[in-house]
């Protein structure tokens, strides 16, 4: 059964480093999201990403944060000047068009800033 | 604006109980999607149902069971006869189609604790 895959697992970074997440979305998916979560906390909507480009992002997605598809297969975000508390769980997931609506998500990124 | 409540922070059972998980959203569409999924202990979202808004037949998977009534904004979701492996935290989903809000709003979770 097709699964998106992250990587990597875990990250830890210095606060004021850059950051790179990786993400493969399902092959026929078009739609490709971020979601993070701080420990404990529930899971909240950062951006969505289709045809190219941002389709719609919160207000957690400043200007710190940026997403791209470099390639054909991988969806990548970018912290650029991490924080404390960009400390969180990052979640990518992806659904396919039409009718068929569910977002499936990858196993997590889970990014410790110290 | 758009919006999920679980009440229900924490719940504790023992094993072979019966359990319901309650979920209330809002929205303004008339066309929209909710959705369960289980976050296990390992940490991933695990897809368990979704149902559209004019789909108001409830739905049973083995020993999972999903009521949805328009009528009190619910979506409510039944472990019979729970097992261990049920514990962990459950998340209830909204996404709007007509404003074409798709990303996932999500509840602050139940996290279901199942004793042996």
């Known amino acids: 059964e097709p699964e998106v895959t992250q990587t990597p697992s875990h990250q830890v970074t210095q606060m004021g480093q850059e950051v790179i997440l990786r993400c493969v979305p399902i092959s026929n998916h078009l739609y490709f999201y971020w979601y993070r979560q701080i420990l404990g906390q529930k899971v909240e909507f950062l951006v969505s990403?289709?045809?190219?480009?941002?389709?719609?992002k919160s207000e957690i997605f400043d200007d710190q944060f940026s997403v791209e598809r470099p390639d054909g297969s991988n969806f990548t975000l970018k912290i650029r000047s991490t924080k404390l508390e960009d400390s969180a769980m990052y979640f990518c997931a992806s659904r396919g068009t039409g009718t068929k609506e569910t977002q499936y998500f990858g196993p997590g990124t889970r990014l410790l800033v110290l | 604006a758009q919006k999920v409540t679980q009440a229900q922070t924490e719940i504790s059972v023992v094993e072979k109980e019966d359990v319901t998980l309650d979920c209330v959203y809002e929205?303004?569409?008339?066309?929209?999607?909710l959705f369960w999924y289980k976050q296990p202990p390992s940490g991933e979202l695990v897809f368990l149902i979704r149902?559209?808004?004019?789909?108001?037949q409830n739905e049973i998977s083995g020993r999972y069971s999903w009521n949805f009534q328009k009528s009190t904004s619910s979506f409510n979701f039944t472990i019979t006869a729970s097992q261990v492996v049920d514990s962990a935290v459950y998340f209830c989903a909204l996404s709007e189609v007509d404003t074409g809000r798709r990303a996932l709003t999500f509840g602050s979770g139940t996290r279901l604790q199942v004793q042996p």
């Open positions: 990403f289709y045809n190219n480009e941002i389709s719609e």
């Open positions: 149902r559209n808004s004019f789909d108001e």
């Open positions: 929205t303004r569409d008339t066309t929209y999607y």
